[in-house]
């Protein structure tokens, strides 16, 4: 993969779990801890070098505060960090890096390094202030230990990255990501209908209807009135209602979404389908979306749209991923 796009794309996922983790404590920039806090649920090699550890997001979340109380109590203040609510960050606006976090990720991607999520984590654990050296104790590891494990581990570096799936007649594409919750309450998670807002964000409400979850059941949908944060959604009406079947249902390893617009007649139903695996400290879920293919001259009209096409199709799945992890968080 070209190093820019990984380097691009790692930016991505992880810029946006660590706001995520900032947002919890009314927070608007993110440092350092937060990115560790993002590098853990991370997918890429990184990720499982951590986890292999034995660290998963709650230790971390831990060692993160008590290490920040620590250091309040040595200046001799006496308060803490605010309590910890829900993520809000996709409900507000106006997140940043902080200086030194910004100034680490663009290390990462220097002369020789590769910019993926392995290299963002060697360069936090180099960082002068010592912050990782003293979360990693209380986590129980060392700088030392942690490398080792990163240089050995054999996984994929870059995970993230929307891949082209060949599938007969079909367009699709694919990413890999990481779930920090057992296989079994992800599975029930995309199993229910009526949960499918929380990682399809073009779908706001689903009807209630009491049809058992079987394949071939189809349920009606409707587009969100508002975004997350509040503002209003302008939709077309022929994008307003949605039809939803379950094409496949495989528990708890595989499990197909198709998703259409009965009122739009030229579109094309998008098929979305999760492959859970479970792995150390959660789930590694790959996700497909695949619709067909236009034929005649407007497949070749479409041509000179691939790349944007792509960056769409990548956005598209990374909006899922994100939405599930942030739902087990």
Do not use: C
Not at 23 to 52: C, K, P
């Amino acid at each position: 993969m070209n190093k820019l796009v990984r380097a691009a794309q790692t930016s991505q996922s992880l810029s946006l779990a660590a706001m995520e983790e900032a947002s919890r404590l009314g927070l608007r920039e993110a440092d350092i801890d937060h990115l560790f806090l993002a590098l853990v649920i991370n997918d890429q090699s990184a990720g499982h070098a951590l986890r292999e550890l034995g660290i998963d997001i709650d230790s971390a979340r831990l060692a993160v505060a008590e290490q920040h109380n620590q250091q309040l109590a040595a200046l001799g203040i006496e308060a803490s960090f605010p309590e910890a609510g829900q993520i809000v960050f996709h409900e507000t606006d106006g997140y940043e890096w902080s200086p030194r976090a910004r100034d680490l990720i663009a290390k990462s991607s220097g002369k020789g390094k590769a910019g993926d999520a392995a290299a963002v984590l060697r360069e936090l654990v180099a960082e002068p202030s010592g912050l990782m050296t003293d979360i990693l104790d209380r986590l129980g590891a060392t700088s030392d230990s942690l490398l080792k494990v990163l240089d050995e581990s054999g996984s994929p570096a870059g995970t993230t990255t929307a891949a082209t799936k060949k599938v007969k007649g079909r367009t699709a594409g694919s990413v890999e990501t990481f779930v920090p919750a057992p296989i079994d309450d992800v599975w029930t998670l995309l199993a229910d209908p009526t949960r499918i807002p929380e990682w399809e964000s073009s779908i706001g409400v689903v009807d209630q209807t009491s049809q058992d979850p079987t394949p071939g059941t189809t349920w009606e949908g409707t587009a969100p009135t508002n975004y997350p944060n509040g503002k209003l959604a302008k939709i077309k009406p022929q994008f307003r209602r949605r039809s939803i079947e379950l094409v496949t249902a495989h528990p708890p390893g595989t499990i197909a979404w198709s998703f259409g617009y009965p009122d739009a007649a030229r579109s094309k139903p998008v098929v979305t389908e999760f492959a859970l695996t479970s792995t150390i400290g959660g789930t590694q879920v790959q996700i497909i979306k695949s619709w067909s293919r236009r034929r005649g001259w407007r497949r070749l009209l479409a041509l000179p749209l691939r790349p944007i096409e792509k960056f769409l199709v990548w956005i598209s799945l990374f909006q899922s991923g994100s939405a599930l992890s942030r739902t087990f968080r």
